[in-house]
């Protein structure tokens, strides 16, 4: 039963730069949802996708958009990078129903330079 | 806007003793509350609690929920080594979907 596997695993981006990162959700889980890490904070969340919608969004700039395919894989992009856009970008998956449970990849590590 | 605090932010311990962690949060429209322990990438899930006064257990970890006071803690006992990470506390709410809001995580070393 393959979890949630997020790609790339590291990333180097210039100032100014756009980058697209990648999350495929665990078999039978149907919502995604986006985090941003900073070294030595809790995860903060930057929105959800379900059914191919934004559902929900966290307190981000219009920079960060998303997007979530047929398949229930989804895409987080970020255009016009910032040095404080380094962190550890998580992708959880779950399923929409009255018994949720939350599955964590092991996360994108952006740096932007 | 919702808030989770975590205390104490880092933890020093010795192979055998047993912490508390703690949790406290103010929230709008409270679900459920969970447990993750982070050690380096990815957070892995170890107890989701709904009800005030019920003890979950798993091994040597527990936790209880308050909702009247509006907080948890986290008890380890006879601490190992592998037991160093950061542990998470979140809050799950309702805002036409589910959302999960993170305090900034209590760091525990385990020195032997």
Redesign the interface.
Known sequence: DAG?TQSPTHLIKTRGQQVTLRCSPKSGHD?V?W?QQAL??????IF?Y?EEEE??R?NFPDRFSGHQFPNYSSELNVNALLLGDSA?Y?C?S?Y?SAF????????T?LTVV | EDKVVQSPLSLVVHEGDTVTLNCSYEVTNFRSLLWYKQEKKAPTFLFMLTSSGIEKKSGRLSSILDKKELFSILNITATQTGDSAVYLCAVETWAGSYQLTFGKGTKLSVIP
């Open positions: 949630v919502t949802s985090y030595g904070q809790g995860p903060q969340f959800q379900y559902r929900q966290g550890l998580l959880a779950s929409d949720r449970s939350y599955t964590f990849g092991s996360g590590r």
